[in-house]
Protein backbone atom coordinates (compact mmCIF):
# COMPACT_ATOMS: atom_id res chain seq x y z
CA UNK A 1 0.00 0.00 0.00
CA UNK A 2 1.88 3.49 -1.01
CA UNK A 3 1.09 6.01 1.65
CA UNK A 4 2.49 9.85 1.73
CA UNK A 5 2.28 10.92 5.12
CA UNK A 6 2.95 14.98 5.74
CA UNK A 7 3.82 16.79 8.78
CA UNK A 8 5.34 19.82 9.83
CA UNK A 9 2.41 22.66 9.26
CA UNK A 10 1.16 24.74 11.89
CA UNK A 11 0.25 28.34 12.30
CA UNK A 12 2.84 31.12 12.06
CA UNK A 13 3.64 34.80 12.15
CA UNK A 14 4.09 36.53 8.72
CA UNK A 15 8.03 36.27 7.96
CA UNK A 16 8.42 33.04 9.91
CA UNK A 17 9.65 29.65 8.90
CA UNK A 18 8.24 25.86 8.39
CA UNK A 19 9.55 22.95 7.26
CA UNK A 20 7.00 20.60 6.01
CA UNK A 21 8.11 16.68 5.45
CA UNK A 22 6.31 14.31 3.67
CA UNK A 23 7.80 10.00 4.01
CA UNK A 24 6.83 7.90 1.32
CA UNK A 25 6.16 4.48 1.44
CA UNK A 26 4.87 1.60 -0.95
CA UNK A 27 6.64 2.57 -3.61
CA UNK A 28 10.67 3.04 -4.74
CA UNK A 29 10.52 7.17 -3.97
CA UNK A 30 13.76 7.55 -5.45
CA UNK A 31 12.23 6.77 -9.12
CA UNK A 32 9.50 9.61 -8.60
CA UNK A 33 9.53 13.01 -9.28
CA UNK A 34 8.26 14.29 -5.79
CA UNK A 35 6.57 17.62 -5.47
CA UNK A 36 4.92 20.15 -2.87
CA UNK A 37 0.97 21.59 -3.97
CA UNK A 38 -1.31 23.52 -2.35
CA UNK A 39 -4.90 24.57 -2.25
CA UNK A 40 -5.85 27.51 -0.54
CA UNK A 41 -9.41 27.83 0.40
CA UNK A 42 -12.01 28.40 -2.70
CA UNK A 43 -9.10 28.08 -5.14
CA UNK A 44 -7.80 25.39 -7.07
CA UNK A 45 -4.76 23.02 -6.09
CA UNK A 46 -1.68 24.84 -7.60
CA UNK A 47 2.19 23.36 -7.65
CA UNK A 48 4.69 24.67 -5.27
CA UNK A 49 7.83 22.87 -5.58
CA UNK A 50 9.35 19.90 -7.72
CA UNK A 51 12.36 17.49 -7.64
CA UNK A 52 13.03 14.98 -10.23
CA UNK A 53 14.60 11.58 -9.46
CA UNK A 54 17.66 13.19 -10.60
CA UNK A 55 17.55 16.23 -8.04
CA UNK A 56 16.03 18.57 -10.76
CA UNK A 57 13.68 21.47 -9.04
CA UNK A 58 11.65 23.89 -10.46
CA UNK A 59 9.24 26.17 -8.46
CA UNK A 60 6.11 28.49 -8.59
CA UNK A 61 7.02 31.97 -9.33
CA UNK A 62 5.40 33.24 -6.14
CA UNK A 63 8.12 30.95 -4.07
CA UNK A 64 11.07 31.36 -5.75
CA UNK A 65 13.91 32.52 -3.62
CA UNK A 66 11.39 31.85 -0.10
CA UNK A 67 10.78 27.94 -0.72
CA UNK A 68 13.60 25.41 -0.96
CA UNK A 69 12.28 21.32 -2.10
CA UNK A 70 14.74 18.44 -1.07
CA UNK A 71 15.28 15.31 -0.49
CA UNK A 72 16.23 12.25 1.56
CA UNK A 73 16.00 8.89 -0.75
CA UNK A 74 17.82 7.33 1.92
CA UNK A 75 14.70 8.35 4.07
CA UNK A 76 12.28 7.91 1.36
CA UNK A 77 11.34 11.63 2.81
CA UNK A 78 11.15 15.07 0.70
CA UNK A 79 11.03 18.45 2.24
CA UNK A 80 9.53 22.12 1.82
CA UNK A 81 11.88 24.56 4.02
CA UNK A 82 9.62 27.67 3.72
CA UNK A 83 10.84 30.58 4.72
CA UNK A 84 9.49 34.60 4.92
CA UNK A 85 6.20 33.25 5.10
CA UNK A 86 3.20 35.67 3.86
CA UNK A 87 -0.49 35.62 4.46
CA UNK A 88 -1.23 34.27 0.98
CA UNK A 89 1.27 31.03 1.46
CA UNK A 90 -2.27 30.01 3.88
CA UNK A 91 -3.47 26.71 2.11
CA UNK A 92 -3.79 23.20 2.85
CA UNK A 93 -0.22 21.44 1.31
CA UNK A 94 -0.09 18.04 -0.39
CA UNK A 95 2.52 16.12 -0.86
CA UNK A 96 2.67 14.15 -4.82
CA UNK A 97 4.70 11.25 -6.07
CA UNK A 98 4.45 10.79 -10.08
CA UNK A 99 6.89 8.97 -12.21
CA UNK A 100 4.49 9.57 -15.83
CA UNK A 101 2.56 5.82 -15.03
CA UNK A 102 1.44 6.57 -11.84
CA UNK A 103 0.76 9.19 -9.27
CA UNK A 104 0.22 9.31 -5.25
CA UNK A 105 -1.18 11.74 -3.28
CA UNK A 106 -0.86 12.49 0.67
CA UNK A 107 -3.92 13.77 2.73
CA UNK A 108 -2.16 17.03 3.54
CA UNK A 109 -1.13 19.22 6.03
CA UNK A 110 -2.68 22.98 6.91
CA UNK A 111 0.03 25.73 6.98
CA UNK A 112 -1.34 29.15 7.98
CA UNK A 113 0.03 32.31 8.28
CA UNK A 114 -0.78 35.53 10.46
CA UNK A 115 -0.38 38.79 9.55
Known amino acids: QVQLVESGGGLVQSGGSLRLSCVVS????????LGWYRQASGKQRELVARITSNGWTNYADPVKGRFTIFRDNAKNTVYLQMNSLKPEDTAAYYC?????????WGQGTQVTVSS
Open 96 to 104: NANNRVNEY
Open 26 to 33: GIISSRYA
